[in-house]
């Protein structure tokens, strides 16, 4: 059951980050990123500070037990050298307490020795200690100083992206629009092109009616009686009448036509037919 409902929690939670990864503000995932990696490296930098002090401890530990061991020699020669005067005189209680005392020198400078030894491998390591230290800080300045760096970059590329998104949404939208409140380009070429299409069509229809063609006729004898009126007016006035300008391949091939006999034998009446046969 235990597992269950930890499966269950896991679940939900990846489900939460997911939907807030989504919903969450780039520019301000970015400055919390960048404010992280600048407390990590303040964090870096105060260990690497503690450790360079550790260094520094030790040293001055180290100094002042070898100035130390230097006057401890210096009063154990003093004391056998004072305890072999006393011997050359004779006098034995003073080379006794001489001997006792360089004797106690001597202890402690064993024990003198022994911290300085100690002392020295706790400096060696917190010099290797404090080297590593600060190589880290200085490293973690350059990643930290190339993160700066990219976050300019990445603030001006999601600023692209803002306006990219924009300028695609109002795209979409102009899309979206025409044709709805107003029609668009394609759609009036199409109706023009139909519209054309039809009226072709009906013209080709009426050049090809009998109607059309009866027009035709009637506005062909109109013209010819018009023309035969005028060369009345125009024989009665003395006039000439100008023979109409026949094509040159016309002319070259057929010949003209008589112009005074074909008028009488068009209003000459037809023949009565005689009665009885």
Partial sequence: MMKLFKRWWAYLTAGANQKFNENADPKIQLEQAITEAQDQHRRLKEHAANVIAQQHLTEQQLDRQL????????????????????????????????????????????????????????????????????????????????????KQKLLSQLEQAKMQEQMNKAMASLSETVGQEVPTLNEVRDKIEQRYAKAKGMSELQETSVENRMVEIEAAAQNFEAQARLDEIRSQMGIETAAPAAPETATATSPAAPTETEPSTATEPPAQPTPGV
């Fill in 67 to 150: 100035a130390q061991l230097e006057k401890l020699n210096a009063n154990a020669r003093q004391a056998v050298k004072m305890a072999d005067d006393a011997t050359k005189k004779g006098d034995a209680a003073k080379a006794a307490e001489y001997t006792r005392a360089a004797e106690t020198i001597a202890t402690q400078l064993i024990a003198v020795e022994a911290q300085i030894a100690d002392l020295k491998e706790q400096h060696y390591a917190a010099t290797q200690a404090a080297d590593q230290a600060k190589a880290a800080v200085t490293t973690n300045g350059q990643v930290l100083q190339q993160k700066l760096a990219e």
